[in-house]
Each structure stands twice: as C-alpha cells, then as structure tokens.
C-alpha cells in the first residue's frame, strides 16, 4: 500500500491561486498515473486532471483547461496542481489518486490509492 498526503488547500479570493501538492510514498509513486479529483459538499467526485508517470502526458477536465497545470517532480515523488484564476464553483475538498498501468484517467474508481484531501475554498 501507498501514501498520499496532500496540502496546499485554504482559502482565496475569486480571481486568486493556490497551489497543491501531493506528497507520495517510493512505492506508490513509481511508474503511476497521478490524478486530482474534486467533491463539492452535496456532489459526485469529479476528475480535475492527471499526469502520466513520465510526466510527458497531461489530462485535464474541460472547465479546468487553461487555468489549471497538473505537474510532477519524480525526484520528490511529488505532484502538483496550479491552480489560477479560481472561481467559487471551485470550491471543494481535493484529493489526490494513483493508479498503475493503462487506465480511463477520469474514472475515480480506476484508482486504488486515494489521500484524504485538502479543503479549498474560494470566496466571491
């Protein structure tokens, strides 16, 4: 079994950023397919983006495009999410997943490793 343990949530203004980070365990992080889901009080969990192991392949939600950037440091089995131009609706508890092999990178359940999640918050 494998680590996750997320941090970088709070909270920010509309229009601000924050930046996360998912901090993973030699075992869990080695060759997987890292990803960050979302879940809004009263909401499914919703795929946010994701990152090949290599780094090289990029996966994101369309209201995500072009103000969120998934990136990760294989160095310090660390993974991130930038996260600009933040909206209300991006309110949430974040949680980072991991997965081995070829999988469908939106589906939650393709994930056996789950962190607990950070809670971000955005006012208007």
């Known amino acids: 079994q494998g680590e996750l343990v997320e941090s970088g949530g709070g909270l920010v203004q509309a229009g601000g950023s924050l930046r996360l980070a998912c901090a993973a365990s030699?075992?869990?992080?080695?060759?997987?397919?890292m990803a960050w889901f979302r879940q809004a009080p009263g909401k499914e969990r919703e795929f946010v983006a994701a990152?090949?192991?290599?780094?090289?392949?990029?996966y994101y939600a369309d209201s995500e495009k072009g103000r969120f950037t998934i990136s990760r440091d294989n160095a310090k089995n660390t993974v991130y999410l930038q996260m600009n131009s933040l909206m209300p609706e991006d309110t949430a508890v974040y949680y980072c997943?991991?997965?081995?092999?070829?999988?469908?990178?939106?589906?939650?359940?393709?994930?056996?490793?789950w962190g607990t999640g950070t809670q971000v918050t955005v006012s208007s």
């Open positions: 030699a075992r869990t992080f080695s060759s997987d397919t």
């Open positions: 990152i090949s192991w290599t780094g090289i392949d990029t």
């Open positions: 997943a991991a997965a081995r092999g070829p999988i469908r990178v939106v589906d939650a359940r393709a994930y056996p490793y």
